[in-house]
């Protein structure tokens, strides 16, 4: 067979309907891709953003083909218009790009990469000894935790949708996302949830630059004896590795006095005390979800013992305008090929205006002055 014959094959083969193996009409093919273009997706900042997922369109956890054809069906019917068999379906949903969401924190693509034996044994090992320095590290710094150091974990929990039914008909219908951030204060250990729908903000650094300062203002000014506070968080670059965060971090530090340092988890190993939060709310949702009240109340009622966790729900005009107040970057190099913030595993703010950075938690790392200092102008 010459190659121009394989691609007409290839091309006839695309337009089969493989269930009734007729051509599929341009208007039946169109309605399809219209249909699966108006499908709710998941914003791109709750799904994995490594290269074998670049470019995908994810849509909510849980979904699956059979019952998106079965939606997809009735739809068509009211449309009048021919509905195409499960494999022609299944076919134009995976060559228009479309996915189900995979959680962030699932698996790790470098371990996967070593199992699969795409990576060698001392890449890997090297990955393995950094996890366990961070695990180790964390840790270390529970056990130090007392009046005077406080420390603490955050995440977000994954998308709440509203609303939220257990009947079949409701899916693809508009949805309202909920955020959820979560902080817990590993001794003594207290849940913190501070909740906002789409309407009121997004997902940008702004937003969680707000909400870590107005969160940690209130710790400090809660525990006047406060000389230190730890965050450990994941290396997200919207949420927690950034300049915008940097700078909020920085101006608490320099306003109350106190030392406060960043550290992230390995990206793939980001299994935290927050993970628990989230199930033990995610297991009290089982009624439908109408409004996003509906789920504040559940946050609220989470958790009695040995207490409930705090709630606040934020609106749009509470959010803080926190970019550029001290200094521009947080990269620690300078020039193409440098060490980049995806580089850093702690960031440390003092009282005295300086930032530090540690590339690692290796016993001999070191704290090391930020070299972006010259652009401080605070
Ligand atoms: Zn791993």
């Given at each position: 067979m010459n190659p121009s014959t394989l691609k007409n094959k290839q091309k006839c083969h695309q337009n089969l309907d493989p269930k009734v193996h007729t051509k599929v009409e341009t208007d039946v093919k169109d309605f399809l891709k219209n249909w699966l273009r108006d499908l709710p997706r998941v914003d791109s900042y709750y799904c994995r953003s490594t290269a074998t997922y670049k470019d995908k369109k994810f849509l909510y956890q849980g979904t699956t083909i059979s019952q998106l054809h079965r939606e997809y069906g009735q739809a068509a019917a009211t449309a009048g218009v021919r509905a195409v068999g499960i494999q022609y379906f299944a076919a134009v949903f995976h060559e228009e790009n479309y996915s189900v969401v995979i959680p962030r924190k699932d698996q790790c693509d470098v371990c996967v990469s070593f199992k699969h034996g795409n990576i060698s044994k001392v890449a890997y090992d090297a990955h393995v000894t950094k996890k366990d320095e961070a695990r180790q590290e964390k840790s270390r710094d529970k056990d130090s935790a007392d009046e005077e150091k406080s420390i603490w974990i955050m995440d977000l929990q994954a998308v709440l949708l509203c609303p939220k039914?257990?009947?079949?008909?409701?899916?693809?219908?508009?949805?309202?996302?909920?955020?959820?951030?979560?902080?817990?204060?590993?001794?003594?250990?207290?849940?913190?949830?501070?909740?906002?729908?789409?309407?009121?903000?997004?997902?940008?650094?702004?937003?969680?630059?707000?909400?870590?300062?107005?969160?940690?203002?209130?710790?400090?000014?809660?525990?006047?004896?406060?000389?230190?506070?730890?965050?450990?968080?994941?290396?997200?670059?919207?949420?927690?590795?950034?300049?915008?965060?940097?700078?909020?971090?920085?101006?608490?530090?320099?306003?109350?006095?106190?030392?406060?340092?960043?550290?992230?988890?390995?990206?793939?190993?980001?299994?935290?005390?927050?993970?628990?939060?989230?199930?033990?709310?995610?297991?009290?949702?089982?009624?439908?979800?109408?409004?996003?009240?509906?789920?504040?109340?559940?946050?609220?009622?989470?958790?009695?013992?040995?207490?409930?966790?705090?709630?606040?729900?934020?609106?749009?005009?509470?959010?803080?305008?926190?970019?550029?107040?001290y200094f521009f970057s947080i990269r620690p190099g300078k020039k193409v090929g440098d060490l980049t913030v995806h580089d850093l595993q702690g960031v440390q703010f003092s009282s005295e205006g300086k930032v530090n950075f540690k590339l690692s938690f290796s016993e001999d790392s070191v704290w090391e002055e930020l070299p972006q200092m010259g652009q401080w102008h605070g």
């Open positions: 039914a257990q009947a079949n008909s409701l899916y693809y219908k508009t949805k309202l996302q909920v955020h959820n951030f979560t902080l817990f204060n590993l001794r003594p250990q207290g849940g913190y949830c501070y909740v906002w729908d789409e309407s009121e903000g997004d997902l940008c650094s702004e937003v969680f630059a707000h909400l870590q300062y107005h969160h940690f203002e209130g710790v400090i000014k809660g525990h006047p004896d406060l000389k230190e506070i730890i965050v450990w968080s994941d290396g997200c670059c919207y949420q927690n590795r950034n300049t915008c965060v940097a700078n909020a971090y920085s101006e608490l530090a320099r306003k109350y006095g106190v030392l406060i340092t960043q550290k992230y988890l390995l990206a793939g190993h980001t299994q935290m005390e927050c993970d628990s939060m989230h199930s033990t709310i995610e297991r009290k949702i089982v009624a439908d979800i109408y409004t996003p009240r509906d789920y504040v109340v559940i946050l609220q009622t989470a958790r009695i013992r040995p207490s409930p966790y705090y709630v606040k729900v934020l609106k749009h005009d509470e959010f803080l305008k926190l970019n550029g107040s």
